[in-house]
């Protein structure tokens, strides 16, 4: 069994940044890959990034590509989501994912992830 947790949410202005931490218990982290969703009142939960379990590869939804960094320390059990120039659109609580299959496939509706963090919430005033 894994066990997500995160943090490093909070409130920030537009513009500003945040680094969020899942830190995983368990020996299978540094064999699965590692995403990060998002979710917002009123709507579903969607893809923002994912790595591959070396951290070699990495992939990004639209939004955030050019702004978020997604990476990832199997030393640490520990992963990681870099987000700069914040926007108000970005407001949502930020779940970390581990799953077995390819990091690209975290991507996919639905998206193949094994375990859930509980989450940690992100607001962006404007």
């Known amino acids: 069994q894994v066990r997500l947790i995160e943090s490093g949410g909070g409130l920030v202005q537009a513009g500003g940044s945040l680094r969020l931490s899942c830190a995983a218990s368990?020996?299978?982290?540094?064999?699965?890959?590692m995403g990060w969703f998002r979710q917002a009142p009123g709507k579903e939960r969607e893809f923002v990034a994912a790595?591959?379990?070396?951290?070699?590869?990495?992939y990004y939804s639209d939004s955030a590509k050019g702004r978020f960094t997604i990476s990832r320390d199997n030393g640490e059990n520990t992963g990681y989501l870099q987000m700069n120039s914040l926007k108000p659109d970005d407001t949502a609580v930020y779940y970390c994912a581990l799953a077995r299959s390819s990091f690209f496939m975290m991507s996919v509706r639905p998206p193949q992830v094994d375990y859930w963090g509980r989450g940690t919430q992100v607001t962006v005033s404007s």
């Open positions: 368990g020996r299978t982290f540094s064999s699965g890959a």
């Open positions: 790595v591959s379990s070396s951290g070699t590869n990495t």
